[in-house]
């Protein structure tokens, strides 16, 4: 069975320091993984997802995410944070074959950005 | 078009006490899923329909809790004789047929408190 692990649980940093979220995943076959993302006060929406090909993904706000086989890690990284990326980031994977319908999302990851 | 949304977005009730909520997907979407989200977790896969079918259900689903979605459009969630382990954000999401149908689009949640 598939399953995530976010290693952290709450992640204090300065603005305009760099930062890193870190997720592993257990899974014996390919994946699709994903990081969401949830503002306060907002419902999820998906950040950044890799399906196939590069392995590093990017998102619109400068967020990236490189897909580790062989530590099967998907640990999202920013050189840069701003107050606003305040929120909680979920960790997620999904199994191809099945077109990637039932996903399994981590605990989340607390992301504070302090002024 | 304006999303997922999710009705009501907050309910209170007392224990024993049968409780509905209704998720409407985002009009072309043919995939649409249930999670429960408890305090300091992430959202747990609960159930899935595509179309008007019912293709799977989790085991944190007892025999209290039915899933419908009889028209293919939108769908409800209904909770008999409700617990105070039930309380927990409900969530829909939604996710399109053909490019891009792995990546589900969130409804902001129904807050269910049981008292």
């Known amino acids: 069975a598939q399953s995530v692990t976010q290693l952290d649980s709450q992640v204090p940093v300065f603005e305009e320091a760099p930062v890193e979220l870190r997720c592993n995943y257990s899974s014996s076959v390919s994946v699709y993984l994903f990081w969401y993302v949830q503002y306060p006060n907002q419902g999820l929406q998906l950040l950044l997802k890799?399906?196939?090909?590069?392995?590093l993904v990017e998102s619109i706000n400068g967020f990236e995410a490189e897909f580790n086989k062989s530590q099967t890690s998907f640990h999202l990284r920013k050189p840069s944070v701003h107050i606003s990326d305040t929120a909680e980031y979920f960790c997620a994977v999904s199994d191809p074959r099945t077109g990637g319908f039932k996903t399994i999302f981590g605990a989340g990851t607390r992301l504070f950005v302090k002024a | 078009d304006t999303g997922v949304s999710q009705d009501p977005r907050h309910k209170i009730t007392k224990r024993g006490q049968n409780v509905t909520f209704r998720c409407d997907p985002i009009s072309e979407h043919n995939r649409l899923y249930w999670y429960r989200q408890t305090l300091g977790q992430g959202p747990e896969f609960l159930t899935y329909f595509q179309n008007e079918a019912q293709l799977e259900k989790s085991r944190l689903l007892s025999d209290r809790f039915s899933a419908e979605r009889p028209k293919g459009s939108f769908s409800t969630l209904e909770i008999q004789r409700t617990e105070q382990g039930d309380s927990a954000m409900y969530l829909c999401a939604s996710s399109g047929p053909g490019q891009g149908e792995e990546t589900q689009y969130f409804g902001p949640g129904t807050r269910l408190l049981v008292l």
């Open positions: 890799y399906l196939s090909g590069s392995t």
